[in-house]
Structure formats: structure tokens, C-alpha cells
């Protein structure tokens, strides 16, 4: 089983629908996640962070955290073209100080 | 702030040449961090450091790869014999903490596009 696990994609999504990405970890004492947006040839960008169990909202992008399922979600409210990516779900393992474990990415396309 | 700086930008060289990639990290990051990045094998950490010092060097593939950090500005990663199988994307990233431990996210350098023909 794999650290952290993502749908590859591609998650098609109409223009100003929401799109919804998923993340599954499997060390249970993890305690640090993050989302990252990487666009064709560029490097990741950090958009999220997350902490607590619950929701995390800022401007159009909400991260949800559930530790006793082990997931991790983004959602993207009205998504646009300039949506169009590969989000990468990054988690800081329990054993580790500070050392990002990353899933393979979820590409999307948002289409006009 | 000029963000994470690496270079060169791209690198194209013969199987069994020395390969040199550099990294300047963000000024009071006293973390540095070397992922490379493939379509089959996603972003692995190759090695990171903390305050110069390497912490975790797991996922060194092997003995041809080496880093270094000699001061809190500047960090190299040296693959020495290059194999085509190095070909890759190498990111280098740093970042910082709070107080409590909780670690912030990284910021990514732009990357080096790794070729060895």
C-alpha cells in the first residue's frame, strides 16, 4: 500500500461546477497536510494546509481532514480554466520532522 | 524574496559525465529539501537538511548520488557517473517551523530538467 494514495485522473469538470479531489494516508499518526497545484512544466505551489479535523476554506478552495478515516479532500467551487492542473496531496508522516511524503497526483481539466 | 533558486534551468549530458545541480534556498529557511520527479515515480524525496546538516538521506538511490549544504545558502546535489535512468525533473524546496514543531509547507524552486543521453 502506498504512503499516500490519489486518483491519477483525469477529473473532468465543467466551468464553475465543483470539482472534488480525494486522498488517502496510511499512517494513522500523521499529523500535517498539505495541497500543492502543479501546472504542466512548472513546479508545485502550495494552496492548502490543513491540521485540525474539519474544513478549511480560502476563497475558492476548501480542504477537509478526517484522521479517523484517513482522508484528505479538496474541493475547488467554481472552477475555472486556469483550474486545470495536477493537484498533489502531500502528507508529514508521524516518525518525521518535517518531511513531506507526496501522492501521485490527481490531474484535472476544467472545461470551458 | 527571490524564492528558491536553482539552476541551471536545464541539463543535458552524456551517460557517465559528473552532473552538478545547485539550490539557494529562502533566506531563514533552516530546512532544504531535494525531490526528483518522474512520470512513473512521482515526486521522491532524494534527501533533506536541517540547518546544513543532513537528516535523512533514505532515498539517495545510490552511491552515485551525493549532496552536500556547506552553508545555510547553498546546497548542490551531484550525480557521479550519470545513467540515463537519472533523467528526471530535480526540485529542490525548503521551508521552516513554527516554534511548536509544526512544519509549514514548502516552497519549490523552479527545478532542473535532468536529460543523460
Same mark, same amino acid.
Given at each position: ?112 | ?60 538511490? $545510490?552511491? %552515485?548520488? !551525493? =549532496?552536500?549544504?556547506?552553508? +545555510? &545558502?547553498? #546546497? ?6 550519470? $545513467?540515463? %535512468?537519472? !533523467? =528526471?525533473?530535480?526540485?529542490? +524546496? &525548503?521551508? #521552516? ?21
Amino acid at each position: 500500500q502506498k504512503e499516500v494514495e490519489q486518483n491519477s485522473g483525469p477529473l473532468s469538470v465543467p466551468e464553475g461546477a465543483i470539482a472534488s479531489l480525494n486522498c488517502t494516508y496510511s499512517d494513522r499518526g500523521s499529523q500535517s497536510f498539505f495541497w500543492y497545484r502543479q501546472y504542466s512544466g512548472k513546479s508545485p505551489e502550495l494552496i492548502m494546509s490543513i491540521y485540525s479535523n474539519g474544513d478549511k476554506e480560502d476563497g475558492r478552495f476548501t480542504a477537509q481532514l478526517n484522521k479517523a478515516s484517513q482522508y484528505v479532500s479538496l474541493l475547488i467551487r467554481d472552477s475555472q480554466p486556469s483550474d486545470s492542473a495536477t493537484y498533489l496531496c502531500a502528507v508529514n508522516p508521524r516518525a518525521a520532522v518535517n518531511k513531506l511524503t507526496f501522492g501521485g497526483g490527481t490531474r484535472v481539466l476544467v472545461k470551458p | 524574496d527571490a524564492g528558491v533558486i536553482q539552476s541551471p534551468r536545464h541539463e543535458v549530458t552524456e551517460m557517465g559525465q559528473e552532473v552538478t545541480l545547485r539550490c539557494k534556498p529562502i533566506s531563514g529557511h533552516d530546512y532544504l529539501f531535494w525531490y526528483r520527479q518522474t512520470m512513473m515515480r512521482g515526486l521522491e524525496l532524494l534527501i533533506y537538511f536541517n540547518n546544513n546538516v543532513p537528516i535523512d538521506d533514505s532515498g539517495m538511490p $545510490e552511491d %552515485r548520488f !551525493s =549532496a552536500k549544504m556547506p552553508n +545555510a &545558502s547553498f #546546497s548542490t546535489l551531484k550525480i557521479q557517473p550519470s $545513467e540515463p %535512468r537519472d !533523467s =528526471a525533473v530535480y526540485f529542490c +524546496a &525548503s521551508s #521552516s517551523h513554527a516554534g511548536t514543531g509544526v512544519p509549514y509547507g514548502y516552497t519549490f524552486g523552479s527545478g532542473t530538467r535532468l536529460t543523460v543521453v
